[in-house]
């Protein structure tokens, strides 16, 4: 049986991706900061402590995996104003996705078996920005080029790529106007960044790379009226 960990597998995302795994017939682990629902094993683990990532994976006893996803990260992008940014506000969403997806590539690489592969996720605002989301932006960005660094590094026995959401969510009460802006006609949800997550895990062609999975809005140019 192939072996997943997926970390922040208890949020959103994360527990969509743990759950498509599943049903695809992985063994799925989910490294998270709380428990979680859903077919996977939750494992307690902070990704930005080396000695809780080290904990986790031998809590977990697995001597291989198949593939690891560092999903975890601290959702809100929005840290506010440049000039009122703390840093330790700056270094904890950088710890959260960052050195976090660094440190559990780190102690999981010797267990990921040849074929193996890795999912960084990423974020178009890794590409893109609102006011006063710069310590998100740049740990998603630094995400990017970790990937493709990971690729060359780690080839040709592992793979490494990215997913890169948009607006993602499994909220209902959308506008008309919400869907709409997007060319693909509709808001993204969980379930579509699980099913990229399992395309790059069986894409053996594909190394290095980053799948923008945005229903087409960062193609489209936007003007004011």
């Not at 690891?68 to 996705?97: C, F, K, M, Y």
């Not at 605002?125 to 990971?150: C, D, I």
């Not at 290095?208 to 003007?223: A, F, I, K, N, S």
């Amino acid at each position: 049986m192939m072996r997943a960990i997926v970390t922040g597998g208890a949020g959103l995302i994360g527990t969509a991706i743990c759950t498509r795994l599943a049903a695809e017939g992985w063994e799925v682990a989910a490294f998270d900061l709380t428990g979680g629902t859903g077919p996977a094993r939750h494992v307690a683990c902070d990704v930005a402590d080396p000695a809780s990532v080290a904990r986790a994976l031998d809590a977990l006893g697995w001597e291989t995996l198949d593939l690891l996803v560092n999903n975890a990260g601290i959702a809100d992008p929005h840290t506010g104003p440049i000039a009122e940014l703390a840093l330790s506000d700056w270094q904890r969403v950088l710890d959260s996705h960052l050195t976090g997806a660094f440190l559990m590539t780190r102690a999981a690489a010797p267990r990921l078996r040849k074929g193996g592969s890795i999912v960084n996720m990423a974020s178009t605002r890794a590409l893109m920005s609102e006011p006063g989301s710069e310590a998100y932006a740049a740990a998603k960005g630094g995400l990017v080029a970790l990937t493709h660094a990971l690729a060359v590094s780690l080839g040709p026995d592992v793979r490494v790529n990215a997913v890169a959401p948009g607006w993602i969510t499994d909220d209902t009460g959308l506008s008309e106007r919400d869907h709409a802006q997007h060319p693909a006609g509709r808001v993204g949800r969980p379930e579509d960044v699980a099913e990229a997550v399992v395309y790059l895990a069986g894409a053996g062609f594909v190394t290095g790379e980053v799948l923008v999975l945005d229903g087409g809005m960062t193609r489209r140019m936007l003007y004011a009226e």
